[in-house]
C-alpha cells in the first residue's frame, strides 16, 4: 500500500515556465513533508521542506505548498531551467522531521531549451 | 569527507553470496539510514541507527539483512545468501540527529545479483 504517490512518472516543460510536481499521501500522521532532487547515478539532494503546521515555503525559484485537507502536496519550480532536469521525489515523515521517510516513486521533470 | 560516501559503488555478485556495503556518514552525525531503492520506485527505508544502536530496524525485508554501526560513525549492510530480487541500489543517509530536520544521501551502491 504506497502511502506516498506521485501519479505522474513524468512531465515536460519549457524553459522559462513553471514546473507542478504533485504529491499525495494517505497517512494522516505525517508531519513533515520534504522534496528531493535526484540526478542520475547520484544520491537525492535536499530541495525544500514543509511542515504540517503550514500551507507553503518558499525558497528561491521553488515553493512547496501542502493542502492538509486534500493530503495533497505541490512543488512550483519558477522560471524552470535546464538544469533543473532531473527525477524530484516527495517524502513525508511522521516524526516531525528527516527520520525514516516514506518516499514517493518519483517524477522525471525535463526542461527544454 | 564533506558528504556522505559509499563503498563500492557498483557491486555485482553471484546469487547465494555474502556481501558488504559500506557507508561513512558525515562527520558528527549522530543519525544514520540505510534505503534501498528498487528499479522505477522510490527509496525505501531499511533502518535507522541512533549512535551504536538500532533505533529501528522494522524496514528490513528478513533475516538475511543485517547492520551494524560498532563505534558509531561506520555503517556495514551485511546480506547474506544473496537473491536476485536483491538488486537494487542500497542508500545510506545520516543527519545531525534524529530530530533534523534534513537527511544528506550518499550516492549509494548498486548491487547486481547475477
New interface residues.
Given amino acids: 500500500d504506497q502511502q506516498?504517490k506521485?501519479n505522474s512518472p513524468s512531465l515536460s516543460v519549457q524553459e522559462g515556465r513553471i514546473s507542478i510536481l504533485n504529491c499525495d499521501y494517505t497517512n494522516s500522521m505525517f508531519d513533515?513533508f520534504?522534496w528531493?532532487k535526484k540526478y542520475p547515478?547520484?544520491?537525492?539532494?535536499?530541495l525544500i521542506?514543509i511542515s504540517s503546521i503550514k500551507d507553503k515555503n518558499e525558497d528561491g525559484r521553488f515553493t512547496v505548498f501542502l493542502n492538509k485537507s486534500a493530503k495533497h502536496l505541490s512543488l512550483h519550480i519558477v522560471p524552470s531551467q535546464p538544469g533543473d532536469s532531473a527525477v524530484y521525489?516527495c517524502?513525508a515523515s511522521d516524526?516531525?522531521?528527516?527520520?525514516?521517510?516514506?518516499?514517493?516513486?518519483?517524477t522525471q521533470l525535463t526542461v527544454l531549451p | 569527507g564533506a558528504g556522505v560516501s559509499q563503498t563500492p559503488s557498483n557491486k555485482v555478485t553471484e546469487k547465494g553470496k555474502y556481501v558488504e556495503l559500506r557507508c561513512d556518514p558525515i562527520s558528527g552525525h549522530t543519525a544514520l539510514y540505510w534505503y534501498r531503492q528498487s528499479l522505477g520506485q522510490g527509496p525505501e527505508f531499511l533502518i535507522y541507527f541512533q549512535g551504536t544502536g538500532a533505533a529501528d530496524d522494522s524496514g528490513l525485508p528478513n533475516d538475511r539483512f543485517f547492520a551494524v554501526r560498532p563505534e558509531g560513525s561506520v555503517s556495514t549492510l551485511k546480506i547474506q545468501r544473496t537473491e536476485r530480487g536483491d538488486s537494487a541500489v542500497y542508500l545510506c543517509a545520516s543527519s545531525l540527529t534524529p530530530d533534523s530536520t534534513e537527511a544528506f544521501f550518499g550516492q549509494g551502491t548498486r548491487l547486481t545479483v547475477v
Avoid: C, I
Avoid at chain 1, 41 to 46: L, M
Avoid at chain 1, 95 to 106: E, H, I, K, V
Fill in positions: 506516498v506521485q513533515y520534504l528531493y547515478a547520484e544520491g537525492p539532494t535536499f521542506s521525489f517524502a516524526q516531525g522531521s528527516a527520520r525514516q521517510l516514506t518516499f514517493g516513486s518519483g
